[in-house]
């Protein structure tokens, strides 16, 4: 069981393998967990299919032992941003070829009411006011992360419902679900060209030429200022060492320019039970917080709508 803070909010974000929390909303999780939210990730699979990106790792012994180096290295980055952490019990998929099919029993492969099961006994425990995960896309299209999606959206209406799961406790209205928005076309853009402009080195060029013909990003209703948490956010990164090669890709860009021209983490409000600017309780995020190019303003806190007159149900 988990000790609550007095009085305090809580924060769900769900992900597929260890190292994602860190790469997807960390610098979000550090200034939360600084001001004393309660946040807790969940992360469904061990990671034991993952490569191992890192050359200086990449050794026999290293990847006959992955499975308990990825946990190491998912409690050091847990420790580091100042959040707590638990395993669902699946196993990871892997990313199989266009033919090959998904190793039997991975996570992937399961049914989503058996992939949602543990989460939802986990919310109805935890009792978030905030669940974060990916949008349907997976963010990228790893059977996983497609997965984590549907199990979380699963599990995020399940909780709520009395008659599904009796068995997982007293149910739980998690009162918001966001979507990430990380490493989006426009982030990379942005970055690249303040980079270019500024005469320093870019090695985003390469793949901004080769991006996709992909569909356009979900609106953005909610950034969150975190330049000051980026330190924390790429200690977190660095510790998922079997993940990162230090200097090479998201860890290659100039900080400086980033807290510059990007200083937010960005989400979509997906579904949202709490009250709107004018006291209206709203459901369907874009409608009720906005988004760019529409007529709402731009949320700044996830907990928007939930932290003034707050009843949370548990006396708190």
């Not at 990730?41 to 026999?60: C, H, K, Y």
């Not at 990228?140 to 997982?168: I, S």
């Not at 900080?255 to 510059?260: A, L, S, Y």
Request: hydrophobic share 40%; net charge negative.
């Amino acid at each position: 069981m988990f000790t609550k803070h007095p009085g305090g909010l809580r924060l769900l974000t769900v992900h597929a393998h260890p190292d994602d929390e860190s790469s997807k909303g960390a610098a979000t999780l550090a200034r939360y967990a600084a001001e004393g939210v309660d946040v807790l990730v969940a992360t469904f699979t061990g990671g034991e299919r993952g490569s191992v990106l890192n050359p200086e790792l990449d050794r026999p012994e290293v990847r006959a032992d992955l499975t308990r180096i990825r946990r190491e290295e998912m409690a050091a980055a847990r420790d580091i941003l100042g959040v707590r952490q638990r395993f669902l019990g699946f196993v990871d998929s892997g990313m199989p070829g266009p033919d090959e099919p998904l190793p039997e029993g991975c996570f992937a492969a399961q049914p989503v009411e058996v992939a949602a099961a543990p989460l939802v006994g986990l919310i109805r425990e935890f009792r978030p006011h905030v669940l974060i995960t990916y949008d349907e896309t997976g963010g990228y299209p790893h059977p996983d992360h497609v997965m984590t999606h549907r199990a979380a959206v699963e599990a995020f209406e399940a909780a709520a419902d009395p008659k599904r799961h009796p068995e997982a406790g007293e149910p739980w209205q998690t009162a918001k679900l966001y979507y990430h928005l990380a490493l989006s076309r426009p982030w990379f853009q942005t970055i690249h060209d303040a980079m270019t402009e500024r005469g320093i080195p870019s090695a985003m060029g390469e793949l901004l030429a080769g991006w996709p013909d992909t569909p356009p990003a979900l609106a953005t209703t909610t950034r969150i200022a975190c330049a000051e948490q980026f330190a924390v956010r790429d200690a977190a990164m660095l510790a998922h060492a079997t993940q990162v090669q230090p200097g090479v890709a998201f860890m290659a860009h100039s900080r400086d320019v980033e807290r510059e021209v990007w200083p937010t983490e960005d989400y979509h409000l997906a579904r949202s039970f709490a009250a709107g600017p004018e006291g209206a309780v709203g459901v369907g995020g874009a409608g009720q917080a906005g988004a760019e190019g529409g007529t709402g303003a731009v949320e700044t806190d996830l907990f928007a709508g939930l932290r003034v007159g707050r009843n949370d149900g548990e006396g708190e």
